[in-house]
């Protein structure tokens, strides 16, 4: 049989290939301590659960606006306005199945084949498996270390080029867990103003922070009307099998995005937008205990990892992830990952997942309790002292 010559450019994920080879593990027996997937590890709070079965109760069953309920639409600008401090209404918001959902679509509505399209590297890998299926270039926006997993601007300024067509950005960002600062963001907003570029701005972790405030590239005057803002329930309100996101955008790019929902899914689920608005709207007590319980967690990977030898970890400002520096390992980020998970029992990501500017480090999620990253901690510094007694 013969397939599309597109369909073969899309790539897979790492977090979900490690997570299909763990459980093969698992099935034999073998214990795993799982550090790989980013998914949050608390139930979805009762209060959403509850206006979800009310929803299915009331016969919210059939199809919605394509675009969205108009309520949940309603909901989600006014929570954009708030934690953003723009000014948008439900014209501007779609709502969609999964705020992946929104990066595909978004790409889709704006990019031409030949175009390029400047992505953060290390970067979430569905960003350059979406551009090059639409035939367009990823172009490598390197993050270093030492500017705190943050790009540089000089260097950022010389990517452009005029195929560029868009700037795509992710604060707090996977799988680094860096955060851009106003100045960043400044940057990044000015050279698409000069050049009339997109910008894609992945918000998905927007309210898991430490010792940091989360700013929008949408708060700054004008960025909206070239902005596509992708946020979601998954990482903020443990939601990640509800499938459930929106985008604010453009209204003329709102058009065209119900055009595709149209095309593609017809609708998102009826009675999870009745979730949706539970969740923007009432009490928001179970995210700041989520952060407070990852903040914990944080410490504790983080000082274990410095703890053996030959890893170094900065503290991550946002999001679940700690990107670990294994150079002095002496072992690539796959021979890392593979020893982690057959000897050490411990899947964690190699950097390469997110790119090649990944060579060298390891992703690891803290979305676990803090005995069992202790326990991980102590069987990965184990597995290495072994490693290099062998030499």
Not at 195 to 200: A, F, G, K, T
Not at 301 to 321: H, M, Q, R, T, W
Not at 351 to 375: C, D, H, K, M, P
Request: net charge negative; proline share 4%.
């Amino acid at each position: 049989m013969q397939y599309s010559d597109k369909i073969q450019l899309l790539q897979s994920e790492g977090a979900f290939e490690v997570l299909a080879r763990v459980k093969k593990l698992e099935a034999t027996g073998k214990k795993i301590i799982h550090l790989q997937i980013g998914e949050p590890d608390f139930d979805t709070p009762p209060n959403i659960c509850d206006a979800a079965i009310a929803g299915i109760k009331a016969g919210k069953t059939h199809y919605s606006a394509s675009a969205g309920v108009m309520e949940a639409r309603q909901a989600a600008a006014e929570y954009i306005n708030k934690t953003r401090n723009i000014s948008v209404t439900a014209e501007n918001v779609v709502i969609l199945p999964g705020a992946k959902t929104g990066i595909f679509g978004g790409l889709l509505a704006t990019i031409n084949a030949g175009d390029e399209v400047i992505i953060p590297n290390p970067g979430y890998p569905t960003y350059e498996s979406i551009i090059r299926y639409l035939g367009a270039r990823p172009v490598h926006m390197s993050l270093y270390e030492e500017n705190d997993f943050r790009f540089k601007a000089e260097e950022l300024k010389k990517l452009v080029t005029p195929k560029t067509k868009m700037i795509v950005i992710n604060s707090p960002q996977n799988p680094t867990g860096g955060v851009l600062t106003a100045e960043d963001l400044e940057t990044i907003y000015q050279l698409a103003k000069d050049n009339d570029h997109w910008i894609l701005s992945d918000e998905i972790y927007s309210r898991i922070l430490y010792d940091t405030e989360f700013v929008s590239v949408a708060s700054i005057p004008g960025a909206l009307e070239r902005t596509i803002l992708c946020e979601g329930m998954s990482k903020t309100y443990a939601m990640t099998g509800w499938r459930l996101g929106y985008v604010v955008v453009p209204t003329k790019l709102a058009d065209y995005l119900f055009k595709l929902a149209i095309n593609n899914y017809s609708s998102t689920n009826t009675f999870i937008q009745d979730a949706l608005i539970e969740a923007l709207t009432g009490p928001q007590n179970a995210i700041d205990e989520m952060v407070k319980e990852f903040t914990k967690r944080r410490k504790v990977i983080v000082e274990g990892l410095n703890d053996i030898e030959g890893i170094s970890c900065l503290y991550p400002k946002g999001a679940f992830y700690a990107f670990a520096n294994i150079k002095d390992t002496g072992l690539t980020s796959e021979q890392f990952a593979e020893l982690m998970l057959e000897k050490a029992g411990v899947a964690c990501l190699a950097g390469t997942a997110f790119g090649a500017s990944g060579e060298g480090y390891a992703r690891f999620s803290y979305a676990n309790s803090v005995e069992n990253i202790q326990l991980a901690l102590s069987q990965m510094k184990s597995t290495l002292a072994s490693v290099k007694a062998s030499y």
